[in-house]
Structures are given as C-alpha cells and as structure tokens.
C-alpha cells in the first residue's frame, strides 16, 4: 500500500452489532485499490475488542457535542476530515458490498466523469424494502444514500460537508446542496451493495426517524417542498386521510355515499401494501412516519429547550434538588410542573412538543399512596406511553418499589439490595446515591468532599443513560 491512499472509506458506528460483518466484507476492497478505512465510533469502548481484531483499521473515537444524542452527520465530517485521500467513499454497518464495488464506485471520479457517485443497495430483508437506486450506469442520482457513496473531497469541501443541525436525513440534504452548486452526481451501476435493515421494529423505528428528517428537509429546503410532496406522496396523504375521516362520517349523515367514497380512498395504499411481503408492516412504517414527519414540522414551531421536567408538589415552587444543581451545571434546561393540577397529564404533553424527555419526582412515596387514579400516577403513565422516562427519589422505611418509575434512586446500597429482593420483574432501574448527599437540604456543597463528588458522578451518570448523551467532566465543576 502506498503512503497517501488512493481512497478512503469512511464507516460511522455506535454500537452497530454487524459492524464486524461489514469491516471483514471490506478488506479485500480496502487492499484491491490501495485505500484505507476509517471507522469514526461512538460507542464510548464498548468496541474495543472489534478494535483490536480489526489492526488495519484507523480507529477514531468519536464524543458527540454536548446534548446531542444522533451524530450521524458529525461523525461523517469527522472521518472525512480524517482522511488522506482525496477520493472518499462512506459504507453503513450492516452493508456488505459486491465484488469490485469499490473501484467500480470511484472510477467515474477517477476518470473526470462524476463529482459524486451512488451505487444500488439491495436488501437482505427483502421482506421491508427494495432496491434503492437501481438506475442505468451513469444516470443522474436525485436521492444519495451514504450507505453506498463516494465523492471527492473537493466537492465535499464545497459544499461544507454533511449539515450537522441533521439528526435523519443529512445523506439526502447534502446530495441536493451538491446539485445545487451543480456538481454531478451519477450512478454506479455496477457497484452493487447488500444491506441488513433489521428487523420490524428496527424498520418501524427507521420510518419514524426519516419523517423526522424529511421534516427537517421542508424546513431547510423549501424550494424543494413540491419536488418533495412529489417523491413521497404518503407523507401528506395519510394524515389528510385520517384527518378527513370524522369529517367524511359526519357528512355521511346527509349523503351516504361522502362516507363511503372517503374510505375507498385507501384502496390504492392498500393495493400497495398487498403487493409487498409483509402488508401490515409496510401500512404501519408509512403511518409510523407521517405522524412523525407531522410531528416534526410541529417541533420547528415550538421550543425544544425544555429537557427535564421537576415535579412539585404545590405552588410551583421548585426548591433545591441534587438534581436540579447537577442539570444547571451542566447546561440542561429545566422546569417546574405542578403535580396537584387537574392539568397535569395535558402539561405533561404539551412539554413532550417541547422537548422533554426526562421527569424527577423528588417524593416517591407520593407513588405509594395507593390512589392509581391520582393526578399525579395518570399523568405518568401517560408520560412513560410517549417517551418520558420517569426518576424518582426514594426515601427509606417504605417497603417495595413504586410502581410508574424507570429509575429509583436511593440512598444505601442496602436498601437497593432490600428493593431488588421484594420488587417484581417490572420494576425499575434502582441506583443508589450516597445518603449524606441525597439528605442534604443545602444541596451539592453540604457534604464533605469525597460523598460530593461519588454524589455528582452517580447522578451525571443516571442522567447520561436517561438523556442518551456523554456529560463531560469539564462541564462538572464546581465553579
């Protein structure tokens, strides 16, 4: 191999379980064009023994920005950053390329031809999607998928590489900003790539996450808003159709034949779905991703800064919490609600829109007290159905786990024991924080400086697992 690569393939990971399928796939490419691989990780060492089986791979551990939870985008700008050729090509975990698919990807871009190229994915779960850009050799590409891509790095640098504000969809936004700064993007027909999609759920969690994204590419490129409507026409269709519905039914009652010509609308997405191996997933992930798109745009409007929501018990009055001092310093925003309004559920989901993922219950015994009809119990388990993750404070002298909770936190690794014993298979998540700390009406500074610190690192690291994202010690200080 020569001393600067004649390509560079770039693979993103965090804690992708196919990523040693695809890297044992890709040597034999890697050595055929004289290139290099770059895995950029995220998984914080937990693949480090894929590292070291793995020593022909520049390995680059990846810490994403504070508060962000999906670096997709960052993490590619990195490893092309990284680079040192001046062709670079990306490969998904999970993908398993074809017999000379990497110099059939970057020969257009070696021989002057193309500034981008997109080669056919086929899938191994035939049963969820087709093949995606199945095009004549050297066609105009519309849509670019970096699970089979390469580009040369002066048009990467162009068009400042991929958008970083993309948590989904970031491959398609940066293949347009290259066509609008006119740039070619063609076809490589016979670079051919096979990839695992995952399972139902995984293919249901990749459908909400692409109307995210799409969300994300009506806010950004609005020119592009009818060229969008026009390739995925479900986006809207769907929605309007169940919008529609109750409208339709009422209207029945003067002309039968509104209701019924309302509902044959779904013939043809029907038809569409019958035709794929698995009706009821398809019509699920189309459903899946329309009400996420819609959701998304709504997001735009709103403000998304509220992470944490800190329960009181009356007034509005939020007093000190380890929590709340931790999350402050930390640059999380936070906010009081109110458990004794009659409102609170609706509170609960109106701060969901904007962004809140996390409520602490200072008090868990306001769990015990035997009335699931309570305000306060309702209000959660409607939280927990939308994603909020629940964390309370236990106090000793009660005799099980409450019930509505992710996460417990208590005050003695004794009393953590006594929990695990007597609670069921659902109960929660119990970690223990050091009494001192946790009984402190001062907050963090009361205690010495040993149960302090154990204290503040027990939590941030609660609160990392909750969030999805790393606290950095910097952002921990006491100043």
């Not at 709340?324 to 936070?334: D, F, N, V, W």
């Not at 119990?430 to 402190?440: E, L, N, R």
Request: charged share 25%.
């Amino acid at each position: 191999m020569t001393d600067v690569p004649r390509v560079t393939v770039v693979v993103v990971s965090k804690d992708e379980p196919h990523l040693v399928e695809t890297l044992g796939v890709l040597r034999q490419h890697i050595d055929q064009n004289q290139g290099e691989c770059i895995v950029v990780d995220a998984s914080r060492k937990r693949f480090d023994a894929v590292r070291r089986t793995h020593p022909w791979v520049r390995w680059v551990d990846f810490i994403g920005p504070f508060g962000v939870a999906i670096t997709i985008a960052h993490q590619r700008n990195v490893g092309v950053h990284a680079a040192r050729a001046n062709i670079i090509a990306f490969c998904d975990s999970g993908g398993m390329p074809e017999e000379g698919w990497l110099s059939e990807l970057t020969a257009p871009l070696r021989a002057g031809l193309a500034d981008a190229t997109c080669g056919p994915i086929y899938s191994l779960n035939t049963r969820f999607r087709g093949t995606i850009n199945e095009l004549p050799d050297g066609a105009p590409v519309r849509i670019t998928v970096t699970a089979n891509m390469a580009v040369l790095r002066s048009a990467f640098d162009a068009v400042g590489g991929f958008d970083e504000r993309f948590a989904y969809c970031e491959d398609t936004e940066f293949g347009w900003r290259l066509q609008d700064a006119r740039l070619r993007i063609v076809c490589a027909a016979k670079a051919k790539m096979s990839m695992h999609w995952g399972d139902v759920a995984q293919e249901v969690l990749r459908g909400k996450r692409n109307g995210q994204g799409t969300a994300m590419l009506f806010v950004t490129h609005p020119n592009r808003i009818a060229e969008q409507i026009t390739m995925w026409p479900d986006l809207l269709a769907y929605p309007a159709w169940l919008i529609g519905l109750p409208i339709s039914l009422a209207l029945g009652a003067v002309s039968w034949w509104i209701s019924v010509a309302w509902t044959c609308l779904l013939v043809l997405p029907a038809f569409r779905a019958l035709r794929s191996e698995t009706p009821g997933t398809f019509l699920r992930v189309k459903w899946v991703r329309s009400v996420s798109f819609f959701g998304g745009l709504i997001s735009f409007v709103l403000d998304r800064r509220i992470r944490v929501l800190l329960v009181v018990s009356g007034h509005g009055v939020i007093r000190t919490t380890p929590s709340r001092e931790l999350l402050a310093k930390c640059g999380i925003p936070t906010q009081g609600i109110d458990a004794t309004k009659r409102c609170f559920g609706m509170r609960l989901l109106w701060c969901r829109l904007h962004g809140a993922s996390i409520v602490d219950l200072r008090h868990a015994d306001l769990l015990r007290d035997g009335r699931s009809d309570s305000h306060l119990v309702r209000g959660l388990r409607l939280a927990r159905r939308v994603g909020i993750r629940v964390v309370a404070w236990d106090h000793e002298g009660d005799e099980s786990a409450p019930r509505d909770v992710d996460t417990l936190i208590v005050s003695s690794r004794r009393r953590q024991e006594e929990l695990v014993a007597r609670s069921g298979r659902d109960r929660p998540a119990v970690v223990t924080i050091p009494h001192d700390w946790t009984a402190g009406a001062g907050g963090l500074g009361d205690n010495d400086a040993g149960t302090h610190l154990e204290a503040v690192w027990s939590l941030r690291r609660v609160y990392e697992s909750l969030l999805g994202i790393e606290i950095l010690p910097d952002r921990m200080s006491n100043g």
